[in-house]
């Protein structure tokens, strides 16, 4: 099984950025789909973004983060990252690393979950 870290979390101005990261632990981390999902206070966790296995590293956003947030991975160094810019109010969440066998934005289909690191934007 695979185990998530993760890091970079913190307080931020509205338009600012940050860069999280996600180490994973195991040999097997680059056949894992990996991706990022985010919780706010009272509200359901939602996808945020997703990076496929293999070598063309295919992604998938949420509407709300397309074109401001990317996703990549270095299997090398068994670790996955969320670059962040132009962040808004609304992007203040638990951010959760996850982990799966399916390239899809259902929670239900990651098996495997860090315990998540603070984002908060500030106005």
């Known amino acids: 099984q695979v185990q998530l870290v993760e890091s970079g979390g913190g307080l931020v101005q509205a338009g600012g950025s940050l860069r999280l990261s996600c180490a994973a632990s195991?040999?097997?981390?680059?056949?894992?789909?990996m991706g990022w999902f985010r919780q706010a206070p009272g509200k359901e966790r939602e996808f945020v973004a997703a990076?496929?296995?293999?070598?063309?590293?295919?992604?998938l956003y949420a509407d709300s983060v397309k074109g401001r947030f990317t996703i990549s991975r270095d299997n090398a160094k068994n670790t996955v990252v969320l670059q962040m810019n132009s962040l808004k109010p609304e992007d203040t969440a638990v951010y959760y690393c996850?982990?799966?066998?399916?390239?899809?934005?259902?929670?239900?289909?990651?098996?495997?979950w860090g315990q998540g690191t603070q984002v908060t934007v500030s106005s």
């Open positions: 996850a982990a799966g066998a399916i390239f899809a934005v259902a929670t239900s289909t990651y098996g495997y």
């Open positions: 195991g040999r097997t981390f680059s056949t894992y789909v």
């Open positions: 990076i496929s296995w293999g070598s063309s590293g295919s992604t």
